[in-house]
């Protein structure tokens, strides 16, 4: 086991990350220390960094991690599905532990409803309390007792688990669970980034039978495109009015009603009463897009009625959800190219990182921790 770890802390919003290093406890009683081989930025970090959500500071961030057992504590013999666990496994992590305790936790079956005291690795665990490695940008993580682990699947690398992040769950929880698909349905997915990707991906995977994706710019659907995740792409930044958009998906279904199922992924609020039009007459409509508040926004509620849409909404993921997102990935990764999504950055870059999400300029980027990897040892250099 390492005897320090590099971390990289959030100590003040809107100012650059640092580099800081922390004491690897040894792990206690059911927890664990993790090397992170690969840790994902989302739309949420430039969030957290921005301080639009209310988080303690300092913090590790990164809630979406991948790495190997390097040591495991006292009782802690089995991951979440009772696969036995050794150092050296590959393995993944629910980034939250729910409170167990709460209404939501225990009679309403609904974790990510929690009204308890939920931890949630790299977002709300402060880095100046134990066990400080608490994030996934880090060389190594401390996962506390309780939390929710996954051995890989024979065949699925650490590089398999990351491209979706926690856009994968996140869509498991949408599509699979909040949704109900039929076989054979025309479902609209509405965004192409990384949360709009893995719905569609789902939506396949659930038996949809055409996929149309409304989203933009045009290169990151040509991206979509070349991973094969719909069959339809419409964009929506090519000056289009949402009226045309509507007209086209209508046009894409056999009776020209509309789409079964519409899943909003878009984040803006005025996707929504575009994708309600969408819809057509007894369709579902999934709002899963709207992690933060962008505010209110117009729409025509008569239309729910008349149309008598069935309107879900879907926050975050729990460990159905993720333990789903894990078992599904050997078919999922049979299918789709999605190591083509990664820009990979070493764990110093973290800032320029953020910087390219924020500009959109990357599909999926992520944190390479630890020493360099995957480059073989230079021969007959003298020292
Ligand atoms: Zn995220
Ligand atoms: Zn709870």
Known sequence: MPARSRAVVLREFRS??????????????MAAIVDVEYAGICGTDVHLQNGRLPIPTPVVLGHEAVGRVAALGAGLTHDARGVPLAPGDAVSWLNNISCGRCRYCLVEQQPTLCVGSRRIYGINQRADAFPH????????????????????????????????GCAGPTAVHGVLDEVEIRQGDVVVVQGSGP????????????????VI???GPADRLEQ????????????????????????????????????????????????????????????????LGQYTDHGPTPLNPHLIT?????????????????????????????????????????????????????????????????????????EGVLA
């Open 224 to 287: 979509a495109r070349r991973l094969g995740i719909a069959a339809v792409y419409i964009d929506v930044t090519d000056g289009s009015a949402a009226q045309d958009r509507a007209a086209a998906v209508r046009a894409e279904t056999p009776d020209g009603l509309g789409a079964d199922v519409v899943i909003e992924c878009a984040g803006v609020p005025s996707a929504v009463a575009e994708g309600i039009d969408m819809c057509r007459p007894g369709a579902q409509y999934c709002v």
């Open 306 to 378: 008349r149309k008598q849409l069935r309107v879900h909404g879907s926050w975050g993921f729990s460990a159905r959800h993720y333990i789903t997102y894990i078992s599904s990935l050997p078919r999922l990764i049979a299918r789709f190219d999605l190591g083509s999504m990664l820009s990979e950055y070493p764990l110093e870059a973290a800032d320029e990182a953020v910087t390219a999400v924020k500009a959109g300029a990357v599909m999926k980027a992520v944190l390479r921790p630890g020493p360099p990897r995957d480059v073989p040892a230079p």
């Open 195 to 210: 949360v709009g990707v893995a719905a569609a991906i789902y939506a396949q995977l659930g038996g949809a039978g055409k």
């Open 16 to 29: 650059p990350f640092e580099m800081e290093s922390f004491e690897v406890p040894a792990p206690g009683e």
């Open 133 to 164: 490695l608490s994030g996934g940008w880090a060389d190594s993580i401390y996962l506390q007792p309780g939390t929710v682990m996954v051995k890989l699947p024979d065949g699925v690398r650490p590089r398999d688990v990351i491209p979706l």
């Open 213 to 215: 994706m409304v989203g």
